[in-house]
C-alpha cells in the first residue's frame, strides 16, 4: 500500500482505532478481523476501528474499553469524535473486513469469525442510528485498508490466501491435535 501525498500515515494493528483530522490516512490490514470508518464530511474528521471480535465474554467495568471488541471499540470511538466536537450519527459509516482465511478448513453450515464480526458491526451501527454508506465484507482473504480522512474515500484490495498460507495452517492445526 502506498502512503498518500502529504497526509501523515497510521498503521492500525489489531485491537487498535484512530480518529483525526484532514491530515491524516488511516491503514490496515485485515483478515477475519472487521474495521468500522466514521467520516463526518463537512468537518473532514473521521476514525477508523480494527477489531478482533463483536464483544467480550467477561463482564468488565464499564469505563474500560477495549478495541479488540467491536462493541466497545465503535463506543470508543464515538467518544473520541464527540470529544474532538463531532456528533457520531452525522458520520457516514464504511464496513471492512470479516474475510474467510481458510475456507478449505470449514463445514458449510459454520458461521465464521469474520461473519459475526461483520454482522455485529451492521447491527451496531444501525442501533446508533449511523448510517452505512458502504462495505466490503466476507469473501476468501485478507483486505488492505486505506482511509482518507480528508476526502472520506477508502480503498479496499481483496487478496486469496495463497496456497503457502492454507499449507501453514493445515500443518499447524495438524501439530495441535
Not at 482465511?101 to 442501533?127: C, H, K, W, Y
Request: a neutral charge; proline letters at 4%; hydrophobic letters at 40%.
Amino acid at each position: 500500500m502506498t502512503r498518500l501525498k502529504d497526509l501523515m500515515d497510521i498503521f492500525l494493528q489489531p485491537g487498535e482505532l484512530f480518529v483525526g483530522d484532514a491530515a491524516f490516512q488511516i491503514r490496515t490490514i485485515l483478515g477475519s478481523c472487521v474495521s468500522i470508518t466514521l467520516w463526518h464530511p463537512q468537518a473532514c474528521v473521521g476514525g477508523m476501528s480494527h477489531f478482533l471480535l463483536p464483544t467480550r465474554t467477561e463482564p468488565v467495568a464499564a469505563q474500560v474499553l477495549d478495541g479488540r471488541y467491536g462493541d466497545e471499540a465503535l463506543r470508543w470511538m464515538m467518544k473520541d469524535l464527540k470529544a474532538a466536537g463531532i456528533n457520531p450519527r452525522q458520520c457516514q459509516a464504511k464496513i471492512f473486513g470479516g474475510g474467510n482465511m481458510f475456507p478449505d478448513q470449514m463445514r458449510a453450515s459454520a458461521i465464521t469469525v469474520g461473519q459475526r464480526n461483520g454482522e455485529a458491526a451492521r447491527l451496531m451501527l444501525q442501533n446508533q442510528g449511523i448510517e452505512v454508506l458502504s462495505e466490503s465484507l466476507f469473501g476468501v482473504g485478507h483486505r488492505q485498508i486505506i482511509f482518507n480522512v480528508s476526502n472520506g474515500d477508502v480503498w479496499s484490495r481483496q487478496i486469496r490466501p495463497s496456497q503457502l498460507e492454507v499449507a501453514a495452517e493445515i500443518a499447524a492445526e495438524r501439530c495441535s491435535s
